[in-house]
Antibody, heavy 120, light 108 residues
């Protein structure tokens, strides 16, 4: 059974930092590009960014509003993907999902999400 | 970035009816790299369609999709009670991989 389990969410003050983790199991993790997607309460889906595989030099891409503040990394030896979030803003408050979108294979997997609340 | 506009915002139908959802891009989606997702309250999204028209693994054949370039459609042949949810399109041909704003499919 494939599982993606996010952790690390919580309450943080504006301007603060938080690092989210996503533990993967049951899938070919090292061969999978991994994404982070967020969703504010009652709102739509918002793509955060992606990290590619070792074969693609672990290249990362981000949404414009997160470029320079957010960093995605991965540790294939631990089947983990991370989202380092700096200079957090109130509008970054959302549930953050890690996902293998599966858009090349038809096999998509998502975690259950972790809530990040940015508030003073 | 490629802006995706979904219509209608809300679609009210009865079980057994046919649903047609639209996703329009402001510019052409590269290689028709367009996906559709279903999201139910309190759940993560689920991949339904990729490559504009290919059903994801385990998706019933009442879900079909078509389109190319800037206009894409998701069709649900005969609505089952479990199909009432929010549906999102996403383009993944160009970074950033943008989502549409969603269509809520509700029971009439």
């Amino acid at each position: 059974e494939v599982q993606l389990v996010e952790s690390g969410g919580g309450l943080v003050q504006p301007g603060g930092s938080l690092k989210l983790s996503c533990a993967a199991s049951g899938l070919s993790f090292s061969g999978s590009a991994m994404h982070w997607v967020r969703q504010a309460s009652g709102k739509g889906l918002d793509w955060v960014g992606r990290i590619r595989t070792k074969g693609n030099k672990y290249a990362t891409e981000y949404a414009a509003s997160m470029e320079g503040r957010f960093t995605i990394s991965r540790d294939d030896s631990k089947n983990m993907v991370y989202l380092q979030m700096n200079s957090l803003k109130i509008e970054d408050t959302a549930v953050y999902y890690c996902a293998r979108l599966g858009v090349s294979s038809g096999l998509g997997y998502w975690g259950q999400g972790t809530l990040v609340t940015v508030s003073s | 970035e490629i802006v995706l506009t979904q219509s209608p915002g809300t679609l009210s139908l009865s079980p057994g009816e046919r649903a047609t959802l639209s996703c329009r891009a402001r510019q052409s989606v590269k290689s028709n790299y367009l996906a559709w997702y279903q999201q139910k309250p309190g759940q993560a999204p689920r991949l339904l369609i990729y490559g504009a028209s290919s059903r994801a693994t385990g998706i019933p054949d009442r879900f079909s999709a078509s389109g190319s370039g800037t206009d894409f459609t998701l069709t649900i042949g005969r609505l089952e009670p479990e199909d009432f949810a929010v549906y999102y399109c996403q383009q993944y041909g160009d970074s950033p991989y943008t989502f549409g704003q969603g269509t809520k499919l509700e029971i009439k």
